[in-house]
């Protein structure tokens, strides 16, 4: 029985190498598992019969049997190896999940090393936090906001757009290797998100940088807001999804978060005010550093990575740049001091 055991923790100490030969391992323990389960089985059954005194060391085993199981029964591949729809970033070489009809297995596989792992847990880190930001603001003392009930739900939009761009985004990359049906259908929605994010930041800001200013508000708000909307459906397109559309997909989220360049100017000729613009689109369309260096950047710091952690601090930025506007708007109160030289004409 003692041997049996030694053999598990052997078994499992032999996937204990670097590079792609640990990855070959990952390949070869399901298979290994399946032979040492058999064996193992068979001495514990015969051990019960024929020892009493050695249920003890028969259970032993059989946790030891499914901890093996559990473990074998994850793997990685490498990126050659990975069916078409899922070939994704050709400069990421190993590490990949393969294709699995399983959600429980895609689930399971947050707590997993392998490609996706860094994308799951910058987004779903960033949601949860936005959660706490959310029930802070939103139960913050009316007496805090000038129009309390319309300045609530221009946060709330915010907040809304920013839990669901971050979750949507966890839940692509968790379920991507489900199937070719749940990697569209779940893509649709993480492009849908970006849309909403960049609707969602730049209304409040609009709302507070032209507070008195109705015609050029509700115009700049509208007009972002019907370029977001056709942003979301371009995303329903299938094509939309594809690896050779990448360079569209920056292009037409960079067009949108552009369009919110129009009232910053218009800003900054009337107010002077200094506002900065960071975008995360470069490094997801050059694929930069893995496109330099293949292979080195399979597990952290390849770009859709960097453009997550992107997407999490501007939006903690934005964050704290609307509540600059929401107490400076709370200090000057309901008062809007007409300027002679301002028709509110665009």
């Known amino acids: 029985m003692v041997d049996d055991r030694d053999r ?17 391992s990952e390949n070869d323990r399901l298979l290994r598992s399946r032979n040492i389960v058999t064996s193992v089985s068979d001495q514990s059954t015969s051990d019960e019969f024929g020892h009493s005194s050695h249920n003890t060391s028969a259970d032993n085993v059989r946790f030891d049997v499914a901890k093996l199981v559990w473990d074998g029964s994850w793997h990685v591949v490498k990126h050659s190896d990975l069916p078409l729809w899922l070939q994704d970033n050709d400069y990421l070489i190993n590490w990949h999940r393969p294709s699995v009809r399983s959600f429980g297995y895609c689930f399971s596989s947050i707590f997993r090393w392998h490609t996706e792992t860094g994308n799951i847990w910058t987004h779903l880190i960033g949601g949860l936090i936005f959660i ?7 139960f913050l003392p009316t007496v805090r906001f000038v129009a309390p009930l319309e300045e609530k739900l221009v946060f709330a939009l915010f907040f809304i757009s920013a839990m669901l761009c971050l979750f949507f985004s966890t839940l692509f990359h968790t379920l991507s290797c489900h199937s070719e ?4 259908i779940f893509g649709k929605l993480d492009y849908s998100g970006i849309a909403l994010l960049t609707m969602g930041s730049f209304v409040p800001w609009v709302y507070y940088t032209f507070y008195c200013e109705t015609q050029s508000k509700i115009v700049y708000m509208v007009t972002i807001s019907t370029l977001a909307v056709i942003s979301v459906i371009l995303s329903q397109w299938d094509r939309f999804a594809r690896p050779e559309y990448r360079a569209i997909r920056a292009g037409v989220f960079l067009s949108l978060g552009l369009s ?19 975008e995360g689109a470069t490094f997801y369309a050059t ?21 997550h952690v992107a997407v999490v601090v501007a939006a903690l930025i934005h964050m704290y740049g609307i509540s600059n506007l929401q107490y400076y708007r ?5 008062t809007c001091t007409p300027d002679p030289n301002d028709s509110d004409v665009l």
Not at 132 to 138: I, K
Not at 260 to 278: D, E, Q, R, T, Y
Not at 287 to 303: A, H, I, K, N, Y
Not at 330 to 334: D, R
């Open 132 to 138: 706490g930001l959310t029930s802070y603001y939103m």
């Open 260 to 278: 919110g360049v129009i009232p910053m100017i218009h800003a900054l000729i009337k107010n002077g005010a200094k506002f900065s613009f960071g």
């Open 330 to 334: 709370w200090e000057q109160g309901n």
């Open 181 to 184: 049906r749940i990697l569209h």
């Open 287 to 307: 694929r930069f550093p893995e496109c330099v260096w293949p292979g080195r950047f399979d597990l952290v710091f390849q770009s859709h990575q960097i453009f």
């Open 8 to 24: 598990l923790f052997t078994t499992l100490s032999d996937d204990n190498e670097p590079g792609s030969s640990r990855e070959n």
